[in-house]
């Protein structure tokens, strides 16, 4: 098969694609470092799933399988191709485990099945990329000249292996290979020098089209076959609710000494990501999936996650020369490459994270860039900065004075916090301590935590702010100084067992108070609830005759898991009928309330509207939430379609209460929702 151009031709283009790998390679390590050795065995498991076996893809129902189908042909065609190299040495050469044996006959029957099945699949792709294009796509011309490498390869491998049957003789189907010798009858009826041109045409054109294809990846997208499973491999394994520190502005707290020059917070420049930011970079498949289930992009802002990593990668590889030689000049990532817009668009609903099939990560990277703009340059949004000062100065971002915090338990008896006593400490947080409409939740909760004989304490006026918002906004120094004050509290008053009716406040105690230094027990309110239910200790006895409609909030469910128990305590409600809208459980869109959105001005479409609108789809009586952020924003929702009666939008707590004779019937809706 002529060994010499052969054997040039993989030196080659083995050389070029090492010395384009290299310098990718070597760009990552212009990045902060990351420690991502640990957990070895989960690491490999992880990878299988979500790598190998492609179990995130399918949440796409067409796409996602043919997807899985073109990676799962070209790993099995990855053998055939070293064997077709091979033949140019040795004419019948087989890797010596797949040779004339029953091992050997059955990878050449796999292989002839998947090269028609990557063959349709190929094909289908370029379809939908050229005919179909999916706003989540990006038109790329990549994008088709890869898929025509690689349907040119398939009918190549096919016409050479019909070729070979002839001169084994086969002349017609035959099971060992059957869509290859479907082709073997045209070939033998043509004249021989025509049929062998044919076949050398198809040994060639596949031998040497997957040299030119592995030379094309690291300059596109599809430098994601070689970067992505390694980038799984490689993933954060820790909680996704718990965000990253900043060493730098520990030490800042900590007066200790941060080096020459100016400290730096968070990332301005491309290179203070994380080598793993900068491999999540190249390993971005573009399918665009993060941008279709985002809240911002949905309701047209400036962000859209896809194009903000591809935007940055370009960037990254438009100065390659520069990080490479040592020469870089300083260029800020806001508002240079990336508009500030975008990074305070961000909701940090993780909607993007849950799709992505190669498991890139946005919530941490929006947060790094809120830092350098928040503590590096001190330049929040005014409404954040107001948000900021009120935690440090009256521990709640509204900036209430703390001693109306407790005013909530007026005309009822709450027990102050007492180690010994109780088990519990009913954490109330902010938004349920001072939002009017949300204190009703605190006050349903505690009844039926009486009811229960749960034994339980408040704070009170002591009561401080958990600083999740703070770390969501980027002021990492607001979010320390409360947390290392909080630790301190809680440790002295002996807290072992913390119950909260908020999301936000869950998920920072529960994933990222103990590497602070404090561990506890943490259950939200309606996880709480659920088992007090199932134990007997709460019996919802009293009818709630209504359609309810239950919205996922994201730290709850996305970020926690918590999907069963709110929608358990609903179903324990006789008459109650829960209805399920399409976007739910992780696919439930965010209310826009997250990130500290909720102390932010959103101009356009607004999140809070399209969720809303997409709840009511559902025809409820009732939305149910189990998180206040949530609350305030869908009663907006409904503010402005003119359905807010203060009872269209309650807490699974309120329901709870009603139906088991101690809430407010009054509070809830007894009409329709249009
Ligand atoms: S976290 Fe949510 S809002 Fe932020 S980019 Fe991802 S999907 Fe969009
Ligand atoms: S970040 Fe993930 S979901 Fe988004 S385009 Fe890239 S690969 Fe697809």
């Known amino acids: 098969m002529g ?3 052969m054997a040039v031709a993989i030196v080659v283009a083995f050389a070029v694609f090492g010395w384009s790998a290299t310098r990718r390679f070597r760009l990552l390590t212009i990045g902060a470092p990351a420690h991502r050795t640990d957990r070895i065995g989960q690491r490999i498991s992880h990878m299988i799933q979500i790598a190998f076996l492609q179990w995130k893809m399918p949440k796409y129902k067409v796409m996602g399988p043919i997807h899985m189908l073109i990676f799962w042909g070209f790993l099995v065609l990855l053998i055939n191709t070293l064997i077709l190299w091979g033949r140019a040495f040795d004419v019948k050469f087989d890797l010596w485990v797949l040779g004339d044996n029953p091992l050997g006959h059955a990878y050449h029957f796999v292989k002839d099945i998947f090269t028609v099945v990557v063959l349709v699949a190929a094909g289908l792709a370029l379809l939908n990329r050229v005919v179909l294009r999916p706003a989540r796509l990006t038109a790329s011309i990549e994008a088709g000249v890869i898929l025509l490498i690689i349907i040119t390869m398939m009918v190549a491998d096919l016409v050479y292996s019909g070729w070979q049957m002839v001169d ?7 099971m060992r290979e059957p869509f290859a010798s479907l082709l073997t009858l045209p070939l033998a009826s043509l004249e021989k020098p025509t049929m062998d041109l044919l076949g050398t045409i198809g040994y060639w054109a596949h031998s040497v089209l997957v040299l030119i294809f592995l030379n094309l990846l690291p300059y596109g997208k599809h430098f994601h076959v070689v970067t992505s499973i390694p980038n799984v491999f490689l993933s954060n394994l820790d909680s996704p609710g718990k965000l990253p520190r900043d060493e ?3 030490k800042v707290l900590k007066e200790e000494d941060t080096g020459d020059g100016e400290p730096q917070f ?7 990501f994380t080598w793993k930011d900068l491999l999540d970079m190249y390993s971005c498949t573009e399918c665009g999936r993060c941008t279709d289930n985002c809240p911002a992009a949905k309701t047209n802002k400036p962000l859209k996650p896809k194009t903000f ?7 990254l590889y438009e100065r390659q020369n520069e990080f490479l030689s040592g020469q870089q000049k300083e260029k800020k990532l806001i508002p240079d490459v990336v508009d500030p817009e975008v990074v305070w668009s961000c909701t940090t609903c993780r909607a993007c994270e849950e799709e992505c099939p190669v498991t890139i990560t946005y919530v941490e990277k929006f947060v790094k860039l809120r830092r350098d703009l928040v503590e590096g340059r001190g330049e929040p949004p005014a409404e954040l900065a107001k948000a900021l000062r009120g935690i440090e100065t009256n521990s709640n971002p509204w900036n209430i004075s703390r001693m109306d915090r407790a005013k909530w338990t007026e005309g009822l008896e709450v027990p102050a916090f007492d180690a010994d006593a109780h088990e519990y400490l009913f954490f109330v947080g902010c938004a349920s301590s001072f939002d009017d409409r949300a204190k009703r939740i605190s006050r ?3 009844k039926l935590l009486e009811k229960a004989g749960v034994k339980y304490g408040i704070l009170g006026t002591d009561e401080p702010c958990c600083g999740e918002t703070a770390r969501r906004a980027g002021s990492e120094s607001v979010f320390r100084m409360t947390v290392d004050a909080n630790v301190e509290a809680f440790k002295e008053l002996g807290v072992k067992k913390i119950v909260t009716g908020c999301p936000h406040c869950f998920n920072t105690f529960k994933n990222e108070y103990p590497e602070l230094g404090l561990q506890f027990e943490v259950v939200h309110h309606s996880e709480l609830l659920a088992r007090l239910v199932a134990e007997g200790k709460l019996k919802p006895t009293e009818k709630v005759e209504q359609k309810v409609v239950y919205h996922d909030g994201c730290y709850l469910g996305r970020y926690n898991g918590v999907f069963s128990a709110p929608r358990q305590i609903l179903h324990a409600v006789p008459g109650l009928v829960l209805a399920e ?16 959105r909720f102390f932010m001005e959103e101009h356009g479409e607004r999140v809070n509207s399209l969720r809303t609108k997409q709840l009511l789809e559902a025809s409820p009586k009732t939305i149910a939430t189990a998180c206040p952020y ?12 003119d359905l807010y009666d203060d009872k269209g939008q309650v807490d699974v707590a309120e329901i709870l209460a009603v139906s088991c004779g101690v809430g407010e019937r009054k509070l809830l809706r007894e009409e329709p929702t249009p």
């Open 266 to 272: 968070g990332v301005a420049q491309v290179q203070d």
């Open 248 to 250: 730098t502005i520990e």
């Open 630 to 641: 949530c609350m305030t924003m869908i009663s907006d929702g409904l503010k402005e379609k």
């Open 168 to 174: 084994e003789g086969v002349g017609g189907f035959d």
């Open 3 to 5: 060994f010499i151009p």
């Open 444 to 446: 349903s909760f505690v």
């Open 581 to 596: 809208v399409k976007a739910s459980q992780k696919r439930g869109l965010c209310c826009g309330g997250g990130g500290a």
């Open 309 to 315: 990593l591809t935007n940055v990668r370009g960037h």
